[in-house]
């Protein structure tokens, strides 16, 4: 439930004051956006673009509204980077085969729904990244685990002070804000800012490919 702070907000302490009304809301939002850690986001689009170049597989996964966003993250880095005959992400949602988590759900526990599908897929130095705006979900910290100790790298997506997930993390961007949906709301902002600083890269890569070719088509006359 939505409340209104006691204490009076100073620039030093600056948190969004809840109201009604979409224009309250989005200045929530406003506020929140402009505290956003950017450095650290453009590490995790550093990380994934090493994993593209790598061909190493991105694996993807999260509870309610941050398993869409993992599925939407999927669909993005899988069908929106294609570009011109460059390499494409190896990159898999594991929200999105339902047989397979609720046969681990109702045969094991709920919480090894993601860890268990890593078990037969993850190598070493792959990517796994968690979404959770608690930070604090079994399933997802069981995943992050079973990551660490296989060597993968572990980057997270979460809100309100990190949780559990924190400390798995070797890049876990916290959304500095306690309420959910403004999280919710930034989670896939920020998936999107990451999503189009790797489309631009490869476009980069597709540009300085033509002018290589040009130029070899040039000095064969």
């Not at 409340?3 to 939002?29: F, L």
């Not at 939407?72 to 929200?95: E, P």
């Not at 988590?101 to 268990?116: C, G, L």
């Amino acid at each position: 439930m939505s409340t209104v702070p006691s204490k009076k907000i100073t620039k030093a302490n600056a948190q969004p004051v809840e109201g009604s009304g979409a224009e309250a809301y989005m200045q929530q939002v406003s506020e929140v956006l402009k505290r956003l850690p950017f450095a650290l986001v453009d590490q995790v689009v550093d990380a994934l673009w090493n994993a593209y170049c790598e061909d190493r597989t991105v694996f993807l996964f999260g509870n309610g509204g941050s398993a869409a966003l993992a599925s939407h993250c999927a669909c993005d880095l899988g069908k929106g980077t294609i570009m011109n005959g460059h390499r494409r992400f190896r990159v898999l949602a594991l929200t999105d085969n339902v047989p397979l988590m609720t046969a681990w759900a109702n045969d094991a526990s709920y919480a090894d729904i993601f860890a268990e599908q890593l078990r037969g897929f993850l190598r070493k130095d792959d990517v796994v990244f968690a979404f959770s705006a608690s930070g604090n979900s079994p399933n997802v910290l069981n995943a992050l685990t079973l990551a660490q100790e296989t060597g993968a790298l572990t980057m997270g997506l979460t809100g309100f002070e990190g949780g559990k997930m924190k400390s798995l993390c070797e890049l876990c961007v916290v959304i500095p804000s306690e309420n959910m949906q403004v999280i919710e709301d930034l989670h896939l902002s920020v998936s999107h800012s990451i999503f189009t600083s790797l489309r631009a890269r490869i476009a980069d890569l597709t540009s300085r490919r033509h002018l290589t070719v040009a130029a070899s088509g040039r000095r064969s006359f």
